[in-house]
């Protein structure tokens, strides 16, 4: 089973601050997915194939990565991008995610 | 795309419970579905896989006491959870792949809590 961590756990972000979030992989992996979870909600898919934004993700956001190493950025942070963001494998089974950045603004 | 989880509830370990997922807005039977599970304040764990066809993949964690299943006439996905335990308590989500992208649509989740 290929293990994810993520770093930081939880991080606190001023609006317009960059934000980058990392997701290392114990295996190579070909491309990493990443979610989104808003408090009480369920997750929505957010970046896809590393650096695709899914449909409606505003385009501060952007992936990036490769082998072990994967991150997603966000260029400027604004109000609504508090949340949890999970990164996941899909390049074996089982898929896995990682344990979540909990991202709140400062 | 729209995924609709129902079935939860508390249970008592040792019991029984069966989930189930209503899709809608694409084409059920074309589709593999998954099911992913989050314990209270916790990550997201995948559960369970079956195919279009009914191949089933599970998660070592509840091999042997979940079973997933489809109805394709009733455009619905099914877990049938047996012999529950106290860390089997979670929101349950059913998810709908897209290409390689296994878990592109989510349901709103149903709570199964597994207490005496």
């Known amino acids: 089973e290929i293990v994810l961590t993520q770093s930081p756990t939880t991080m606190a972000a001023s609006p317009g601050e960059k934000v980058t979030l990392t997701c290392r992989a114990s295996s190579s992996v070909s491309y990493m997915h990443w979610y989104q979870q808003r408090s009480g909600t369920s997750p929505k898919l957010w970046i896809y194939e590393t650096s695709k934004l899914a449909s409606g993700v505003p385009n501060r956001f952007s992936g990036s990565g490769s082998g072990t190493s994967y991150s997603l950025t966000i260029n400027s942070m604004e109000t609504e991008d508090a949340a949890t963001y999970y990164c996941q494998q899909g390049s074996s089974y089982p898929p896995t995610f990682g344990g979540g950045t909990k991202l709140e603004l400062k | 795309v729209q995924l609709v989880e129902s079935g939860g509830g508390l249970v008592q370990p040792g019991k029984s419970l069966k989930l189930s997922c209503s899709a809608s807005g694409f084409t059920f039977s074309s589709y593999g579905m998954h099911w992913i599970r989050q314990a209270p304040g916790k990550g997201l764990d995948w559960v369970a896989y079956?195919?279009?066809?009914?191949?089933?993949v599970y998660a070592d964690a509840v091999k042997g006491r979940f079973t997933i299943s489809r109805d394709n006439a009733k455009n619905t996905l099914y877990l049938q959870l047996n012999s529950l335990k106290s860390e089997d308590t979670a929101i349950y989500y059913c998810?709908?792949?897209?290409?390689?992208?296994?878990?592109?649509?989510w349901g709103q989740g149903t709570l199964v809590t597994v207490s005496s």
């Open positions: 079956i195919s279009s066809s009914s191949g089933t």
């Open positions: 998810a709908r792949p897209l290409r390689r992208v296994p878990f592109a649509y």
